[in-house]
C-alpha cells in the first residue's frame, strides 16, 4: 500500500479496567429469546447462514472466522427487516393492550385487528435498508408507511422500498435532515415514526429495533454451538448510529460479562462520530453529506440508547477509509479455495473482512492487531449486515475495481 494512502485510524481502550454502569438488560438473554420468538411466526422466518471462512482464516493467521449472513433475512437482502418488524408488531400489540408474546403475526394482520386500531401510517428516514423494512413489515400487517431518503441515496433501493409499498422519496439533505423530516411530519399528520436512532423523549421504538436485531445474534450463538464454540474471541461490528452494533455488544455484555468477546467498532472515516467519541471522551456528532460508498454506515449522530453501550463496554473503535470496505467486498465475492463465496454489499461483512485482513497482513497496523490480542487462536465472527442492495455499486467496485487499496 502506497504511503499516501490513507490508514485505518484506531481508538483502543481497555474499558475493562473500569467499573461500567451502562445496563443492559433491555438486550438480555430473556428478551432476546421472545424477539426471535415472535419473528418465527413470520411465514418468511428462516435461520440465515453462518459461513465458515477456513482458508481465510489460515492466509491472515488467525484460528477461524465466521461470517453471519444477514443477506438472506426473509428475502430483502439485509437485516434491518427484523428491527422494524418488531418494533412495529410490538406497538401494535401496545395499542391493542396485549403484549407481544400473546398476538401472532397473523393475527396482527387480521382484519379484526384493522377494525380495532384502524389504520395507521409508519414513517421514517433511511439510506435504504430500514426504510425497506419497515415498508415491508408496514405492508405485511395491512399498515401504510412514508419513507425518507437523504439527498444521494441509491435510485436503486428508492425503488424497492416502493415496490414494498411506501410513499418514498429523496430529499434535499443529509441523513440528520432525513430524521428531522420524518419527525416533523409525524407531528403534523399523526403519523408514528420508527426510526432506528433516538434522541431525548424518543426512546421506546428506538429501544424495540435494537431488540429486534437480537434475533441475529441469537441463532449466531445457537450455530457456533454446531462448530463446539462457546463463543468468538473477537467481534467486528460495523456502526452507523450504532443501534445494531449495541444490540449485539449488550447480549455480549449480558451473556458473558467480563469474559465477553474482544468486540471492535467500525466507522467510514466520513461519518465517524462513534470514533471521534472515543477520543474525546463525550458524544460527538459529525455532519454534512459524508459522502462514502458505506452508505448505510453515513450516520452522524450515535443513537442515545446505544451510545453509552459502546462507550462503557466496546474495546476498540476503527475509523476507515472507502477503501477497506471494498477491499472487504473483493476478498468475499471471489474466496480462497474451501470457501463459500459471500455476497456484500459496502455496508456489511466487506468492511469486516478488509479490516481484518489489513490488520493482519500490513506492518504498519501491527501495533493495532498486538493491542487487539489478535493472532493464531482467534475465532473472529463477523455479521454481513446486507447482499447487493445496490447493485451497480456492487458491480462497480467487485468488477471494476473501483476504491482500491493500492495505488
Not at 443513537?303 to 466496546?314: E, H, K, P, V
Request: aromatic content about 8%.
Amino acid at each position: 500500500m502506497s504511503k499516501n494512502k490513507e490508514l485505518i485510524k484506531g481508538s483502543l481502550i481497555d474499558k475493562r479496567k473500569a467499573k461500567a454502569k451502562t445496563s443492559v438488560d433491555f438486550i438480555s438473554q430473556e428478551v432476546v429469546k421472545r424477539v426471535n420468538d415472535f419473528h418465527k411466526g413470520f411465514s418468511e422466518y428462516s435461520v440465515t447462514p453462518l459461513h465458515k471462512l477456513e482458508a481465510l482464516a489460515k492466509h491472515v493467521g488467525v484460528k477461524n472466522i465466521f461470517v453471519k449472513d444477514e443477506s438472506y433475512r426473509f428475502g430483502l437482502n439485509a437485516f434491518k427487516v427484523l428491527g422494524g418488524a418488531y418494533a412495529i408488531g410490538k406497538y401494535l400489540a401496545d395499542k391493542l393492550g396485549m403484549d407481544i408474546s400473546e398476538v401472532s403475526f397473523e393475527y396482527l394482520r387480521s382484519k379484526e385487528v384493522r377494525e380495532k386500531i384502524g389504520e395507521i401510517t409508519f414513517v421514517t428516514a433511511t439510506d435504504g435498508n430500514h426504510g425497506r423494512g419497515v415498508a415491508w413489515a408496514a405492508n405485511q400487517l395491512g399498515q401504510g408507511s412514508v419513507v425518507y431518503m437523504p439527498r444521494g441515496s441509491s435510485l436503486t433501493r428508492l425503488n424497492n422500498i416502493r415496490k414494498e409499498g411506501a410513499d418514498a422519496s429523496i430529499i434535499d439533505g443529509n441523513y440528520e435532515d432525513a430524521v428531522k423530516l420524518s419527525e416533523e411530519m409525524a407531528r403534523k399528520n399523526d403519523w408514528v415514526v420508527v426510526q432506528d436512532t433516538a434522541w431525548e423523549g424518543y426512546e421506546e421504538i428506538p429501544t424495540r429495533i435494537m431488540q429486534g436485531y437480537g434475533t441475529i445474534i441469537y441463532e449466531a450463538m445457537e450455530q457456533l454451538k454446531g462448530h463446539s464454540i462457546n463463543k468468538p474471541t473477537h467481534v467486528f461490528l460495523q456502526a452507523g448510529v450504532g443501534s445494531f452494533a449495541g444490540a449485539i455488544l449488550g447480549y455480549f455484555v449480558d451473556k458473558f460479562g467480563e469474559e465477553r468477546p474482544i468486540t471492535v467498532i467500525m466507522e467510514p472515516d466520513e461519518a465517524n462520530c462513534h470514533y471521534l467519541s472515543s477520543l474525546s471522551g463525550k458524544r460527538e456528532v459529525v455532519e454534512g453529506d459524508m459522502p462514502t460508498i458505506m452508505a448505510g454506515l453515513a450516520c452522524g449522530a450515535p443513537n442515545t440508547i446505544s451510545y453509552d453501550i459502546l462507550m462503557d463496554y466496546a474495546d476498540g473503535f476503527l475509523s476507515c477509509p472507502d477503501y477497506v470496505a471494498a477491499r472487504g467486498m473483493r476478498v468475499l465475492a471471489s474466496p480462497l479455495k474451501g470457501d463459500p463465496q459471500v455476497i456484500s454489499g459496502e455496508s456489511g461483512a466487506a468492511v469486516g473482512i478488509g479490516a481484518v485482513t489489513l490488520l493482519m497482513e500490513r506492518d504498519e497496523y501491527r501495533d493495532i492487531r498486538e493491542k487487539l490480542k489478535l493472532d493464531e487462536s482467534s475465532v473472529i465472527l463477523i455479521i454481513n449486515t446486507e447482499g447487493d442492495t445496490d447493485p451497480e455499486k456492487y458491480r462497480e467496485i467487485v468488477w471494476d475495481g473501483a476504491y482500491s487499496s493500492v495505488e
